[in-house]
């Protein structure tokens, strides 16, 4: 058990700090927000529109609706199917807080059960414990961009009427079967936040069936029963109505016609990233004290992060010394993620302890996520390399 930490004798080092997960904007991107700076609409009008049409076509779904983020997707998910106070949705603890967050928001309870060990993502055997006559969704997470066992969800949803949201804000683009994750039938909320596979700065998008959309886009803006744009439009009318209370959730033109770039991009951005995770699974995948993320053969992977798990019994530095390590080197990283039932809000609410998710719970133990985006160069790369073997051979038992 004792072993004595070595010194951190870094023999390798980057020249500059490498940050985790810089966007990835060209000049184009750029052209196009001055443009729709300089043009005379500004918030949700016609790039707004545009955006929809292309991004649900691209995931192979019959609508979409653009949102300022992918929290605002998943919570108008919630409240366009009426989850509300007495009802329970089932989840994962391995993800961001937003999506538990949105449960409470409605005032519904989050039900968590534990991940399957391989790919982090929800074990559908243990959803199908946790059903109760309660249970009113489930919401599953494609976590790291690997989908979920949808099959098995999907099953699951048709026995018990339950209905699923799948939380894509990894998962652009990602296939299941051969289907791409937002073509699935399901409300599917996708993030266009600064990290993610594709951005907008800040935003979202559900996709789904069109009709359910179609009172999602209500809820979205202030539960008015007709948008901005109808309204200020030439042919519009001034007249409006509110049928709910609704959100503030819309996105901008500037947004969407930085979407619309990046949508444009995407299957290049794309194929860098998987350059990049082939040249980390090469370089780690042989390593005893390390274990490399998998893509199992029915899915394809969005590869939104690379999550590095270490073999904490043949080192002699746990988690967070390994990322202060890489600091060192000048290698930003993260964790994805402490997961929920660790969070005091959930575990006083709910009295989770962490061994209730054990997977969740000695899993976030030992992940490390490396540099993962299109703006990795080789060089980049090779540092990310170099660095983690330096940390490897300098602490390895
Ligand atoms: C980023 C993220 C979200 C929230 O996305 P926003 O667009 O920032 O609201 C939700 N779920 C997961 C798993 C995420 O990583």
Redesign the pocket.
Not at 68 to 74: H, V
Not at 189 to 193: N, P
């Given at each position: 058990m004792n072993h004595p930490i070595k010194p951190s004798a870094s023999h390798y080092k980057r020249d500059t700090f490498l940050p985790f997960s810089p966007p990835d904007i060209s000049e184009q991107e750029i052209e196009a927000v001055v443009d729709t700076l300089r043009s005379s609409w500004i918030t949700t009008g016609p790039k707004t529109k545009d955006f929809e049409g292309k991004f649900s076509a691209y995931v192979e779904s019959p609508g979409g609706l653009a949102l300022?983020?992918?929290?605002?997707?998943?919570h108008l998910a919630l409240a366009t199917i009426n989850i509300g106070p007495g009802d329970e949705v089932i989840t994962t603890p391995m993800?961001?807080c937003?999506?538990v967050n949105v449960i409470e928001h409605v005032g519904a309870t989050p039900i968590l059960v534990d991940v399957l060990p391989d790919t982090l993502t929800i074990d559908p055997d243990q959803v199908a414990v946790a059903i109760t006559p309660r249970t009113k969704a489930i919401l599953p997470?494609?976590?790291a961009g690997h989908p979920c066992e949808m099959d098995a969800l999907q099953k699951l949803a048709e026995e018990h009427g339950l209905a699923i949201i799948e939380?894509a804000?990894?998962a652009l683009p990602a296939k299941y079967k051969g289907k791409m994750i937002g073509g699935l039938n399901n409300l599917t909320?996708?993030?266009?936040?600064a990290?993610?596979n594709l951005t907008t700065a800040?935003?979202?998008m559900l996709t789904g069936d069109p009709e359910l959309l179609t009172r999602a886009r209500m809820l979205s803006l202030h539960g008015m029963s007709r948008d901005a744009w109808n309204r200020y439009s030439a042919n519009g009318s001034w007249y409006y109505e509110v049928v709910s209370p609704g959100f503030k959730y819309n996105m901008t033109d500037i947004q969407a016609a930085l979407g619309l770039v990046q949508l444009q991009r995407i299957n290049e951005m794309q194929a860098h990233r998987r350059h990049v995770v082939t040249q980390y699974t090469d370089a780690f995948g042989n390593m005893p004290e390390l274990q490399v993320p998998i893509e199992k053969p029915e899915v394809e992977h969005a590869w939104?992060l690379y999550v590095l798990r270490l073999n904490l019994d043949r080192l002699s530095i746990d988690r967070g010394q390994f990322i202060t390590e890489l600091k060192e080197r000048n290698i930003g990283s993260s964790v994805?993620?402490i997961p929920v039932h660790m969070h005091p809000y959930y575990s006083d609410k709910y009295g989770w302890q962490p061994e209730d998710f054990p997977i969740a719970y000695h899993e976030f133990q030992r992940v490390v996520s490396l540099p993962l985006n299109s703006t990795l160069s080789d060089e980049d790369i090779e540092s990310v390399i170099a660095a983690v073997t330096d940390i490897v051979e300098t602490f390895r038992l």
């Open positions: 300022n983020s992918c929290t605002a997707g998943l993800t961001f937003s999506s997470v494609h976590y939380d804000a990894h909320a996708f993030s266009f936040y990290t993610k800040e935003g979202g939104h994805h993620f």
